[in-house]
């Protein structure tokens, strides 16, 4: 029988139609065994479609889960960072709370314009792994630099002779 018979002979038996030639002997026991099979063949069907789905949401899934952890392991250091960077002005020497908003205007904001102009141009001429392998490199190099050269050595690189000498200028005036 065709499909569209099996399933019109399935809904038949399903509600207890009898069959057309006023017979309801064997042929009730045929229309419930077809619809039976037309059930069966339905949920082989919604198993293979689940299936499908299923493997589908595994594939996506071996490429969510690294993003996941890339995103998540970002987003901790940056807030560690952004901690550190709070901590290390409000202490510093002659330092405080105040200085924070200044450093957001005119030192993070210029610097956020300036990356977002290079890695839009970078964007253009390297490749995506290539690009995500070089800026990680150049802050790994800054971060690193910062720790072992930088800081340690804040009092021998300020330029206190500078300060003091545009200080006693502007007394001068």
């Known amino acids: 029988c065709s499909s569209v018979a099996c399933k019109a002979a399935g809904s038949s038996a399903a509600y207890g139609d009898s069959s057309s030639d006023g017979s309801s002997g064997g042929s009730s026991s045929i229309g419930g065994i077809t619809a039976a099979a037309n059930f069966i063949s339905g949920l082989q069907e919604t198993g293979k479609d689940l299936q499908d789905l299923l493997l589908r949401f595994l594939s996506l899934w071996r490429k969510f889960l ?14 560690i960072l952004d901690s550190l960077k709070d901590t290390l002005v409000i202490t510093a020497r002659g330092g405080g709370a105040f200085v ?69 200028v502007r007394m001068l005036q």
């Open 100 to 168: 924070i908003p200044y450093l957001t205007v005119y030192a993070v904001l210029p610097v956020s314009v300036l990356f977002l102009v290079l890695f839009s141009a970078a964007s253009h001429k390297m490749s995506r792994s290539a690009l995500f392998t070089t800026i990680i490199v150049v802050f790994m190099a800054f971060f690193g630099g910062f720790a072992l050269f930088l800081y340690p050595n804040a009092d021998v690189l300020h330029p206190h002779a500078l300060a003091d000498s545009l200080q006693q």
């Open 66 to 79: 690294p993003m996941l952890s890339l995103f998540f392991c970002l987003s901790f250091i940056n807030t």
